[in-house]
């Protein structure tokens, strides 16, 4: 099973450094990052961490990145994407998952702060329509639901996709705003949450989801 690393950034292009150093002590195949605030402008070069991770970048308006270990075949779900919605969504094939999991559906999401109840109802009928038809043509995939949620609450996915939440400790002050939400939680260890990038910048946190050496 790939390690997974989720990071809310607040501006990436500072603290690529930083994410390289973490990437390279702690070994993830999945990175995914929230808050990148990149722009069509800047090449892939700008955030390039090294020839192990293939890139995938959804850009301003939408501010999630993510990084794949380029021995999985990943295919970038563009179909599933709507220019007002700051969705990533990847298909991750990777040979060796257990006999069960087909692939893994990863959802990278960040959900801008003070949006409406109206507006928080919409992105989680998109997440289900989305995720539904993916489980359409892979009845046994793996799904990760994960990013920056702020005040968003995930309940309805998690009920119907059997999705259960790995954070479960503060991850910016008192609050629990960046989520993991999973159907493959048994195939890992529980969260790691590691030094934010950048210290001292509060803002930003790391969280690492390990393979289950059992």
């Known amino acids: 099973m790939p390690a997974i690393l989720s990071t809310n950034a607040c501006h990436i292009l500072n603290k690529v450094d930083d994410l390289q150093a973490i990437a390279n002590i702690n070994n993830p195949s999945l990175i995914v990052v929230t808050e990148s605030w990149l722009n069509a402008n800047l090449p892939n070069s700008a955030v390039f961490i090294g020839s192990k991770f293939n890139i995938y970048r959804r850009d301003r308006p939408t501010h999630v990145l993510a990084y794949v270990n380029a021995n999985i075949p990943t295919t970038h779900l563009r179909n599933l994407e709507e220019c007002n919605k700051e969705f990533l969504w990847l298909l991750l094939k990777k040979p060796r998952t257990p006999r069960s999991l087909s692939v893994i559906l990863v959802v990278g999401v960040y959900f801008p702060p003070g949006q409406s109840v109206e507006n928080e109802r919409d992105w989680n009928e998109y997440i289900t329509t989305g995720v539904d038809s993916v489980l359409r043509d892979f009845p046994s995939a793996g799904v990760c639901v994960m990013g920056d949620f ?54 930003a946190y790391c969280s690492a989801l390990k393979q289950n050496k059992k």
């Open 150 to 203: 702020n005040l968003m609450k995930l309940n309805t996915s998690c009920r119907r996709f059997n999705l259960k939440k790995s954070v479960r400790t503060p991850t910016r002050g008192a609050n629990i705003l960046d989520q993991l939400s999973t159907n493959i939680s048994d195939f890992y260890d529980e969260v790691m949450h590691l030094p934010p990038l950048a210290v001292p910048t509060t803002s």
